[in-house]
């Protein structure tokens, strides 16, 4: 029985959250498929701030339990992720949600470079979430 996909979680790096912005929604129109991106579908008025440099990223000021629990519920609320993960784009996130993402027992589909395309954590939550690694 194959399954229709029609709602995923986009993990990224936020530093490239501009780009990936674009990528989501042609690959929505193209689909038919709901990404929901964090950056952009969720309660995140945080991002206003650090676009509008009154808040740094990392800053204590950020309500950190909300971004989590908020991207968690979004997590859950998805069939599984994609997540993109680029060298030179660092992101602890993202590697944690693909984790609570294989912990919940729904796919993950990981968008990578190539080089990276055979890290074992990867290929481990790719392969045990029944998802895969394109690049």
Not at 94 to 106: A, I
Request: with cysteine.
């Amino acid at each position: 029985m194959t399954m229709t996909i029609k709602k995923l979680y986009l993990a990224h790096p936020l530093v490239i959250r501009h780009e990936i912005r674009e990528q989501e929604l042609a690959f929505e129109a193209r689909t038919g498929i709901e990404l929901v991106n964090p950056f952009y579908d969720t309660e995140r008025d945080d991002i206003k701030d650090i676009d509008a440099g009154t808040v740094q990223r990392f800053s204590g000021a950020l309500d950190y339990r909300a971004i989590v629990e908020n991207d968690l519920a979004a997590i859950d609320g998805s069939q599984g992720i994609v997540a993109v993960v680029r060298k030179g784009a660092i992101s602890i996130g993202t590697p944690m949600e693909m984790w609570h993402t294989l912990r919940t027992g729904k796919i993950i589909m990981a968008v990578c470079n190539d080089e990276l395309k055979g890290h074992p954590w990867l290929r481990y939550v790719a392969e045990a979430s029944g998802g895969f690694i394109v690049s």
